[in-house]
């Protein structure tokens, strides 16, 4: 062995004897209601394939179209060698489904945070960060180079105060927030947080990751859902959760969508997205515009879910979203919890520390609309066995 790798061996040692090494699964099937997970059929509540997308035929059938007649691959960076047109349809596509002037699509949510924000700031500049934004947020914003300053989480007067104790210390000022939090499954109060962006005159940028496709009418985010068209700066979005497919967004003014193009580096030094995958996108556009079906069965799922957790004694948190945390406390019965759930036959993964606090580890269930009732109540029933077994519930 080499003595230029002993390090990683070491720490990837440490990681397993502290319990934080991850040992990620395998998966031998499409996304959907059940996966086959290391060679078991199980229960998936584990995806981010909240409209069941992933694996719908016509996405499949559009994205087998668009090989035919586009390729696999773009073959070089679209600011060079040229845009396809049907990246630029997407992008018409997307912007009219959210109401805004234009849009720009990334490789992925994770680019399109890393293209935005040190695009809109730099050194002289200020991030207002909600203290649990995402790592992408969290990465795009240490790139900028502008400095950091963090909120209490989804807090409005506790953001007014940081910004007041900033004053006069910055050239531009930007609040970035997530708009529903991928752990606990809360919503930011964009509308609160709207309003001291007005007030103090900050751009405002909300990676809506877990909001598109879920939160507002017929799935068009956090922006409709708190009624704030034309006033959110930046909307950050991904294609990798409910469209089912992969890829990230921005959205927003034409101006700021035009300087992503001049100055958005992954846009500028990374291939597109695949034909494929444009194809995938268009065709969940146009399912999301006809129908507001999924988007429905999705909460109706997620309401009932929650709503049979509760009466059996679990703790969901304080998620508003089809995002359902399980509370357990300590990262140890959490981990157990989710061994027990494996074997009734429930892929759910347990979330602990340093993702969540200290003494919050959680089982993070993830509702979709491609859940049938009875797949809920097979959970629910595997739920109840495995609470009881671990003294969680009575
Ligand atoms: N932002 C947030 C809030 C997310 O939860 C995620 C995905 N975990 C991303 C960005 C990254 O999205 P993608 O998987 O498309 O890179």
Redesign the pocket.
């Known amino acids: 062995m080499s003595e230029r790798l002993t390090w990683i061996h070491q720490e990837l040692d440490s990681l397993k004897e502290a319990g934080l090494y991850n040992r990620i699964r395998t998966l031998g099937s499409p996304q959907g209601a059940w996966l086959m997970v290391d060679g078991k059929r199980v229960l998936n509540f584990c995806s981010?394939n909240y409209l069941g997308l992933a694996n719908e035929p016509v996405l499949v059938k559009t994205a087998q179209e668009y090989t035919q007649k586009f390729g696999v691959g773009p073959a070089a960076v679209r600011s060079i060698a040229g845009t396809m047109d049907i990246h630029l349809e997407l992008e018409r596509r997307l912007a009219a489904f959210k109401g805004v002037e234009a849009a720009i699509t990334f490789?992925?949510?994770?680019?399109?945070?890393l293209a935005t924000l040190p695009a809109l700031v730099g050194k002289e500049d200020v991030i207002f960060s909600d203290e649990l934004?995402?790592?992408?947020?969290i990465d795009g914003s240490r790139l900028s180079g502008a400095r950091i300053a963090r909120y209490g989480h989804a807090d409005p007067a506790s953001l007014e105060k940081v910004i007041q104790e900033n004053a006069g210390s910055y050239r531009r000022g930007l609040i970035v927030t997530?708009?529903?939090?991928?752990m606990d499954g809360d919503i930011a109060p964009l509308d609160k947080i709207y309003e001291i962006a007005e007030k103090y005159d900050i751009l405002l940028m909300v990676?809506?990751?877990?909001g598109e496709g879920v939160l507002g009418t017929g799935g068009r985010g956090i922006v409709d859902h708190f009624h704030l068209h034309g006033k959110v700066d930046v909307e950050?979005g991904?294609?990798?959760?409910a469209f089912g497919v992969?890829?990230?967004v921005v959205a927003g003014s034409a101006v700021i969508v035009e300087w992503l193009r001049q100055r958005g580096r992954p846009f500028l030094f990374s291939s597109a997205v695949t034909p494929a995958d444009v194809g995938a996108c268009i065709a969940a556009v146009d399912i999301l515009e006809s129908s507001t079906e999924r988007v429905d069965r999705l909460w109706a799922n997620a309401r009932y879910f929650k709503e049979e957790m509760k009466k059996l004694g679990f703790d969901t948190g304080v998620s508003t979203t089809p995002i359902t945390p399980v509370m357990l406390g300590e990262a140890p019965l959490a981990q157990q919890f989710s061994r027990e759930l494996f074997e009734e036959g429930v892929f759910a993964m347990s979330i602990g520390f340093p993702t969540v606090p200290r003494g919050k580890a959680r089982i993070r269930v993830m509702i979709s609309a491609a859940h049938q009732k009875e797949d809920l109540d097979q959970g629910l029933a595997a739920f109840a066995k495995v609470g009881r077994k671990l003294g969680v519930i009575a």
Do not use: M, R
């Open positions: 981010n490789q992925s949510g994770f680019t399109a945070n934004n995402h790592a992408s947020i997530d708009g529903v939090f991928s990676d809506d990751a877990h950050v991904t294609l990798s959760k992969v890829g990230g």
